[in-house]
């Protein structure tokens, strides 16, 4: 997140599960994901999803080739 940019949606998702509703919930915002934001949202329990990991991390794509 420092050293990318990574939009909601698009390549980054956070996501809530709701136990009184039973669904998942979206908690992204608009435009650029701010690392100090979606540490907040994964403290508060929100999952992290990034797309496509191995975009961002040489490490990442040598273990999946």
Known sequence: ???NTLEYGENID???YN???FKKER????GR???AVVWD???EGCSVRILNPHTYSTSVWKLLS
């Open 19 to 21: 136990p009184t509703t």
């Open 33 to 35: 994901a701010r690392p």
């Open 27 to 30: 908690h992204n915002q608009e």
């Open 14 to 16: 956070l996501t809530f």
């Open 1 to 3: 997140l420092r050293d």
């Open 41 to 43: 949202a994964y403290n």
